[in-house]
């Protein structure tokens, strides 16, 4: 069976400070990976996806993130953060298999102060 | 274009009454999810379906039954609530399982007491 750990459960930054969030995974096949947001309020929303090719991924709003298959991470990053950067952000995965299904990890709060 | 709604958004139980929760996707999307959200748990998946006429379970399925009689809807039903069922319910779908972007509802807080 496939997991998804976050481990930093609330992270706190002021305006323009850089972000990193991490997002490791367990499972042995081939995996898709996913950052998913929710802004307060609201309902999941798709920040950017990993199925194959190039390693470093850029989704929307200025986010990237970097799978590296040998340490089995997949951390979101953004260079400089803004107040409306304010949400929380669910790392996931799913496999290949028949099953497909969606994984999350317990999620991390941003808090980014003005 | 809707895009998956999902009813109804607030709801109060009693232990041991019994609801439906309705999702329905104007997307024609094969793959349905329910997943519940409890925090510091991030979402858990209750029961799935891979199409019309089939769902399977997921993490949690205990305490709850789905049907999905028709593509577009996916039911999830509480026979008999209990208080460890509060929590926000979210439906998703997408187009070909956990290899395409899933489209979430807005969500259904559910409360027992």
Redo the contacts between chains.
């Keep these: 069976a496939q997991s998804?750990s976050?481990h930093n459960?609330h992270v706190i930054l002021s305006e323009a400070a850089s972000l990193e969030l991490g997002c490791n995974y367990s499972y042995g096949g081939t995996v898709?990976l996913?950052w998913y947001v929710q802004y307060p309020g609201?309902?999941?929303?798709?920040l950017l996806?990993y199925?194959s090719g190039d390693p470093l991924v850029k989704g929307i709003k200025g986010f990237e993130a970097e799978f590296i298959k040998s340490k089995f991470s997949f951390n979101l990053r953004k260079p400089s953060v803004q107040w409306s950067d304010t949400a929380e952000y669910?790392c996931a995965v799913?496999?290949?298999g028949s099953?497909?299904?969606?994984?999350?990890?317990?999620?991390t709060q941003l808090t980014v102060l003005p | 274009n809707a895009g998956?709604t999902q009813t109804p958004k607030f709801r109060v139980l009693k232990t041991g009454q019994s609801m439906t929760l309705l999702c329905a996707q104007d997307m024609n999307h094969e793959?349905m999810?329910w997943?519940r959200q409890d925090p510091?748990?991030?979402?858990?998946?209750i029961h799935?379906s891979?199409g019309e006429g089939t769902t399977?379970k997921?993490?949690v399925p205990d305490g709850y039954n789905v049907s999905r009689l028709k593509k577009q809807n996916f039911l999830l039903g509480l026979e008999s609530a209990a208080p460890s069922q509060t929590s926000v319910y979210?439906c998703?779908s997408?187009y070909?399982?956990?290899?395409t972007?899933?489209f979430?509802?807005?969500?259904t807080r559910l409360t027992v007491v």
């Design positions: 998804v976050q459960h898709n996913f609201q309902h999941l929303q798709l996806k199925f669910f799913s496999n290949s099953a497909r299904q969606l994984t999350f990890g317990s999620g | 998956v793959y999810y997943y510091g748990m991030g979402l858990r998946l799935y891979v399977a997921g993490e979210f998703a997408s070909s399982g956990g290899t972007e899933a979430f509802g807005q969500g």
